[in-house]
Each structure stands twice: as structure tokens, then as C-alpha cells.
T-cell receptor, first 113, second 116 residues
Framework: QQQVKQSPQSLIVQKGGISIINCAYE??????FPWYQQFPGKGPALLIA?????SEKKEGRFTISFNKSAKQFSLHIMDSQPGDSATYFC????????????FGTGTRLQVTL | GAVVSQHPSWVICKSGTSVKIECRSL??????MFWYRQFPKQSLMLMAT?????????EQGVEKDKFLINHASLTLSTLTVTSAHPEDSSFYIC????????????FGSGTQLSVL
């Protein structure tokens, strides 16, 4: 029940295209869903996060869509750029658990020219 | 965003020696820090939760005598890999909660440990 399933495992998108990464969870206690971006040899960096009281959150080219009934959330990267090439992790936690995040398995995104 | 500094970035050591990794919150106080381990092309695995002034809480399967955690101040947590062996080679990452930003978790830049 603690799992967060992430897909696809890898993704190749042309420059200017839309990158879409999906995550699904089972634990209904989860109420905070961040996305992290990680470059090789670096720690993850918080990209954007959402709580279940909204269905969508947008920050620049990054948008999270959240479907509470389906227990799914996704990251959309608009106008993908080569600099976006990285590994993306979705995560989830329940407030009050000291941010004990459960991470997805990661998606390696490659944006080609 | 909040800054978490981790040092060293990489370390190579001989089998049987101990290695200490430091994690500092530079611009905020962190009562709770987390230590993760990451194998190549895999997700982050939580090893332990470090609480300032108290004993760390280890996840199931993580040897507390192998991975010693000390959180002596609100800005510093250390992870010591004792009697390191080649199977301990991994990427270790710390993180800290910035209470001033709710539940947001910020990560250090990681430490690549290679045990020969």
C-alpha cells in the first residue's frame, strides 16, 4: 500500500514536444505529491508539488495533473528542452509523517534536438 | 529554496575503514533529516530518519551499527559508514525539511562512496 508506481521507465521527446510522466498510488492517506528532478551525480531537486485539494498546478513549463478518484497524478513538461534531460521522480507522503516520502521508480527523460 | 550542503561529494576508501558524510542545512534549522541510498539507475531508498537530539530511526533491513547517524545540532547530521565493504559502495543522499516551507523536503547533492 506504500508503493508509488511510475511510468514510463524512460522517455525520449523531441525538443519543443510535451513530456508526460505518470504516477499512481494506493495509500489514500497520501496528501502531498512532489516531483523531483535529478541530474547525474547530483541530489534530487524539488520541481513542483501538489496537494489533493486542486486538480492541476502549473509552474512555468511544468504542470501537475491530479486525479484523486483514480489515485493518479502526472507531470507534463511543455516545450521540452535538452536541458530538461534528467531523471524525474514522483513521490508521495501523508502530512504528519515528517515528509517520509515514498518515491516512484524514476523516469529517465531524454530531449533530443 | 532552502540549501542543503553535503560533504564530501565523493570518497574512495579501503575496505574495513570508516567514512563520515556530513549534511548541513545552510539557511534554515532542520529538526529532521533523512538519509537515502541510491544505486545506479534506481530510485531512492530511505535508510533512516535523523532527529536532532535523539536516536535515529532506521528503516527495516538497515543495519544501525553499520550506518551510524548523529544529529547533534539543528543544522548538522552525519552518517558514518563503519567498516565499509565494497557492497556499501553507493550514492548516499541526505535531505532536510524546511519547517518554514511546510512539508517541503530539500536534498543535498549526494556523496558517491566507492569502497575498494
Amino acid at each position: 500500500q506504500q508503493q508509488v508506481k511510475q511510468s514510463p521507465q524512460s522517455l525520449i521527446v523531441q525538443k519543443g514536444g510535451i513530456s508526460i510522466i505518470n504516477c499512481a498510488y494506493e495509500n489514500t492517506a497520501f496528501d502531498y505529491f512532489p516531483w523531483y528532478q535529478q541530474f547525474p551525480g547530483k541530489g534530487p531537486a524539488l520541481l513542483i508539488a501538489i496537494r489533493p485539494d486542486v486538480s492541476e498546478k502549473k509552474e512555468g513549463r511544468f504542470t501537475i495533473s491530479f486525479n484523486k478518484s483514480a489515485k493518479q497524478f502526472s507531470l507534463h513538461i511543455m516545450d521540452s528542452q535538452p536541458g530538461d534531460s534528467a531523471t524525474y521522480f514522483c513521490a508521495a507522503t501523508a502530512t504528519g509523517t515528517a515528509s517520509k516520502l515514498t518515491f516512484g521508480t524514476g523516469t529517465r527523460l531524454q530531449v533530443t534536438l | 529554496g532552502a540549501v542543503v550542503s553535503q560533504h564530501p561529494s565523493w570518497v574512495i576508501c579501503k575496505s574495513g575503514t570508516s567514512v563520515k558524510i556530513e549534511c548541513r542545512s545552510l539557511d534554515f534549522q532542520a529538526t529532521t533529516m533523512f538519509w537515502y541510498r541510491q544505486f545506479p539507475k534506481q530510485s531512492l531508498m530511505l535508510m533512516a530518519t535523523s532527529n536532532e537530539g535523539s536516536k535515529a530511526t532506521y528503516e527495516q533491513g538497515v543495519e544501525k551499527d553499520k550506518f551510524l547517524i548523529n544529529h547533534a545540532s539543528l543544522t548538522l547530521s552525519t552518517l558514518t559508514v563503519t567498516s565499509a565493504h565494497p557492497e556499501d559502495s553507493s550514492f548516499y543522499i541526505c535531505s532536510a525539511i524546511d519547517g518554514g516551507q511546510g512539508e517541503k523536503l530539500f536534498f543535498g547533492s549526494g556523496t558517491q562512496l566507492s569502497v575498494l
